[in-house]
C-alpha cells in the first residue's frame, strides 16, 4: 500500500482550514492535492481531532500487525 504524504494530524489541519471558510479550491492547490483527495480525507477524517485521529492510526497499525501472516503459522494446522 502506498504510504501518504500527509501524517494524519496533517490531513485533520488541511480539513480544518476548509472547515474554516477557505475555498476547497485554494486549499487543495496551497497543499498541493486534488479536490477529489480532500473530499476523499473529508470523509475519512471528517469527525476526527488530532489526538483522535493519532489513536485510529494506533489501533490500525496494530490491527495489521496482528493479522499478518508468519512463517510460523503455515504449521499450526491442527493435524
Known amino acids: 500500500m502506498k504510504q501518504s504524504r500527509f501524517t494524519e494530524t496533517q490531513i485533520v489541519?488541511?480539513?480544518?482550514?476548509?472547515?474554516?471558510g477557505i475555498p476547497v479550491n485554494e486549499v487543495s492547490r496551497k497543499h498541493g492535492i486534488s479536490s477529489a483527495t480532500y473530499y476523499k480525507w473529508k470523509a475519512k477524517y471528517g469527525g476526527l481531532e488530532a489526538s483522535s485521529s493519532r489513536a485510529c492510526a494506533n489501533l490500525n497499525r496494530k490491527a495489521r500487525r496482528s493479522s499478518t501472516?508468519?512463517?510460523?503459522s503455515r504449521w499450526r494446522t491442527g493435524h
Open 69 to 72: 501472516w508468519s512463517p510460523s
Open 13 to 20: 489541519a488541511i480539513l480544518k482550514e476548509a472547515d474554516a
